[in-house]
């Protein structure tokens, strides 16, 4: 199946850039190891070394910067870790500030850098399931 078509919702209110980079590393993935969730995971990894989760869309990651966003996506295949959900967990704490403000998280400007890490997952979670129904 086309990469255009698997696309999750997510990436279609995402801009052109997302989606490309998400579309190219399906596709290639899809070659080597055929359609289904590991496509995916691979499509998945490589937008987030380039792109951040916020809300219910992805966008470019801070001052373009380019990397692994969490253990998961900086590992190879098999060896497990943690996934951020597409949150930046190398991103300064003033831009995950930034964002948890864009988000409407309350008590942000209280929290430690984990506790915004947090509470962004879980606004992201939130909006993707409002922009869903």
């Known amino acids: 199946m086309p990469a255009r078509e698997a696309m999750p919702s997510t990436l279609r209110r995402s801009p052109e850039s997302a989606q490309r980079t998400w579309a190219e590393a399906h596709d290639s993935a899809v070659e080597q190891y055929g359609e289904g969730e590991r496509a995916h995971r691979v499509a998945f990894s490589a ?3 380039t792109h951040e989760k916020v809300g219910d869309h992805w966008e470019r990651k801070e001052g373009g910067r380019k990397g692994p966003s969490d ?3 900086a590992r190879p295949r098999g060896q497990g870790g943690r996934s951020g959900e597409g949150v930046d967990e190398n991103a300064s704490k003033e831009h995950l500030y930034e964002l948890a403000k864009r988000l409407g998280v309350d008590g942000r400007s209280r929290m430690s850098k984990p506790e915004l890490l947090d509470a962004i997952r879980k606004a992201n979670r939130s909006a993707t ?3 869903r129904a």
């Open 47 to 49: 937008l987030k070394h």
């Open 71 to 73: 253990p998961r996506a």
């Open 129 to 131: 399931r409002q922009a």
